[in-house]
């Protein structure tokens, strides 16, 4: 059931936040390397080596897939490519919160922003069904009032889609941060005109500080104050 919208507190400039999954919310980089390795098994490709995959993931599955298929010797044709996909994601979804675990501080954050009136919302392009799921594994589910993914909308992050969608969704009045850890978050939130916020340990190969966000944090205990202190970007 999705999280009840309280009116938001006054003083706090946001009724809405929205936020990436991989990499923002959940660690889920051993589960996603377990999956991308497998179809390059089956691909007769090399794992991934061992600290790149957090440079890989970001863009959705079926991107992770194609970059590790570029690193590992080339591009597959079209239906050999759709194949593995599917292989990779069955993989996935069968072992989908092995390792995977919020962050640190995660939960106590979005409880705070709750008590504040915010509406949560996850805007990921992960497929939507895959978000939900590993939400619902790891109890997450129940706190974001709708999960927005990457097949969710007319075009994923960085177009403004996603964030137009978790809006209508959530019954937000356009007082919205997205919270993220690459520059698809920065993207999306510059073209839907809101503030963005990046993580700065999440899954992006250029550092979170070089990236064009409106902040950085580096420990979700310090989201709420950081989102305190925002001024809203005017449509």
Do not use: W
Not at 43 to 50: I, L
Not at 87 to 103: C, G, K, R, T, W
Not at 126 to 143: H, Q
């Amino acid at each position: 059931m999705a999280a009840a919208h309280r009116p938001a507190m006054a003083d706090f400039p946001f009724d809405m936040v929205g936020f990436d999954l991989d990499g923002t919310l959940v660690d889920t980089k051993l589960d996603l390397a377990a999956a991308t390795n497998h179809a390059l098994a089956l691909a007769g490709r090399p794992p991934v080596a061992p600290g790149r995959m957090e440079a890989l993931i970001g863009g959705g599955t079926r991107r992770l897939l194609q970059r590790a298929l570029e690193e590992s010797g080339g591009a597959l044709p079209d239906g050999e490519f759709d194949a593995l996909y599917a292989d990779l994601l069955a993989h996935y979804e069968a072992n989908i919160a092995v390792h995977s675990q919020p962050y640190p501080g995660c939960l106590d954050a979005l409880d705070a922003l709750a008590a504040r009136g915010c509406a949560l919302s996850v805007v990921t392009n992960k497929p939507e069904y895959l978000s939900v799921k590993l939400l619902d594994a790891l109890a997450m589910r129940s706190r974001f009032a709708s999960v927005i993914g990457g097949d969710t909308a007319a075009r994923p992050k960085p177009g403004p889609e996603p964030i137009a969608a978790a809006l209508a969704a959530g019954g937000g009045t356009g007082r919205f941060a997205m919270v993220g850890d690459s520059a698809f978050d920065v993207g999306a939130a510059r073209a839907a005109q809101v503030p963005c916020v990046l993580v700065s340990f999440g899954f992006s190969e250029t550092p979170a500080r070089e990236l064009g966000a409106d902040a950085v944090v580096d420990h979700f205990d310090e989201l709420v104050a950081i989102l305190q202190g925002l001024t809203l970007r005017r449509r």
